[in-house]
């Protein structure tokens, strides 16, 4: 563990800003004690300073870098590369591509911290459009690492392949903490014939060189394997991966609302809910989206954490922690390397990369 | 109404034959009265005469078809093809090609029977591979029809206009029995320029010809909008919508697990429970497979129906009231005029159907 690990901070982003960014740096501190690490926090020193001195931070935990400008929440991507010169947001990723912080947390304009990172890291994935975000989903065993989860519609087969190799390491560094994290590919199911080419094509490479990767690739999962953490990872293209996740939150919703309805549907029922209440409210814990806020945004030459723009103080404790998790990890270097084994791995065998030409099953 | 409806059965599917299947017909008939409705009921007689003896039914509701010939529950599609004729399956489904049927019910084999089906009734709907397989979906409003789910991994833009056509068609006959039911297209955004070039293209065109095609598109929907119940009928490819529901059912299995666990934490959760016993089996019941059991394959010339391998009597009678309700409605008629109607439309509008050509956002 490095003596010192720096965060950046965009304490402009977010639906409230200073408020719940530097209240967010407590919370980290106070669940998991925060030694060693320091924040940078980029925006207004006057309303940051306010907020460090309510929440009893000083100048040397939290430095202030003061810029007035911010990039607002709806602003569209190319406008906010244009005009983000000098923001809060751009000078948190700044930080990063200086060698002055080991990740950024942003709460802020996903478009625009998607496209201003890219724009200051630079891809280290190939070919990806954008960086792939990754969710990490509460099951029955754990946490499993889905992705991409949005941004990037269409993927061919070496980039599930990178998604592979980018959320073993993402696992190892922040949910299993240096153990060898399992694999799947999400598919219509199990068979080796199943789904279309993009799929089958990475199933056969990570099948013939999950070992020379050092990845513990599992084959193909189901959609009702995500739940079940039946691996640690699932790979999957941004589109289906961005709305198995949206469909699963309103699934989760559905049957919460239910059960609300369920529960207060008479006197009894009420008197029911009102002793088995701690149970339901612990219960609730384990879905809680603050508790496993924080998704970062993966391919780039940097560590970029994206927080929800309306978590809370806790929630964004949470990113702070996956942040420091991953910068105190091996997580870019060893992506990095694999990388480039599988630049090599692919160049060397370029049947492996040719379109699958047996039928669909 | 007709005077008559027949509906075929095939009475060997499903993990227990004909004991489930012909009390299924006693369910459909205690529950919805099933006036004027007669049943086939292809199998062995031996078996399934016993079973109506048990359930008080005789030869003027169900008349008995013998065959000796079973497709097995883990044959695979290509064997069941090759030696199905004549088995209980086949015959269930050519009584609806000669017209002695309206629609056929089969808990077999899902892969035989959409083979089987294919080979006698042919397709309606243009280059689809197999048929459309619709789950009906239960939301915070009703029910909502989400196809493909299962049958076509890669659909193109004149697929996806298809499955909008069967849906509607569907949802009228069975869910909301008449009505206009809304439509939208599964996708990772609500903008005009999310998603890859398939769902534009289908979304460009239904939103040119919707109305011509009578059908009331109202555009994008995103993953949570299916629990939601945003729109009435969902529209996406057989990949990402087996995806979304296995990925649903996961999640409602998870949740129900957690609130079992939490339920039984302690003897202060566990009175609780005991309490609320009651209103949490009402809760149960609205998302019990069993009572929306039964999913249509679309695109035939001709209605199929399949019912869970392991569904009930509850389950299969469920099945029975979906076939019922489509062979009533005018369901083929509609859809076949709207497929020509959309040829016509494709026809006279190249442009159309030429790849969209603008990056995608």
Redesign the interface.
Known sequence: MPSSTVISLDAMGGDQGPPVVVAGVRAYRQRHGGEGVRFLLHGDETAIRAELLRCGLDESVCEVRHTDKVIAMDEKPAQAMRRGKGSSLWNAIEAVKLGEAGAVVSAGNTGGLMAISKLILRMSAHGLERPAIVASW???RGVTAVLDV?AN??SDAEQLVEFAIMGEAFHAAVHSHGGRPTIGI?N?GSEDM???DEVREAHRILRADGAGLNLDYKGFV???????GTVDVIV?D???G??????????????S???K???S??P??R??????????K??RQ??DPGAINGGPLLGLNGIVVKSHGGADAKGFGNAIRIAVDLARSDYLVKVSTSLQRLTTVLEQSPALVEPVTEP?Q
Chains 1, 2 share one sequence.
């Not at 189901?222 to 079940?228: L, Q, V």
């Not at 008197?271 to 339901?280: R, S, Y």
Request: proline residues 3%; glycine residues 12%.
């Open positions: 509460p099951t029955l949005g519609v269409e999400l219509v199943k789904g279309h189901e959609g009702d394997d995500i739940a079940k999957t941004g589109f289906t961005n709305i198995a996740l949206k469909t699963a939150e309103g699934v989760a919703r559905f049957i609302a239910l059960m309805e369920a529960l549907s008479g009894m029922a008197a029911g809910a009102l002793l088995a209440l701690p149970a339901l612990r219960m384990k879905i669909a």
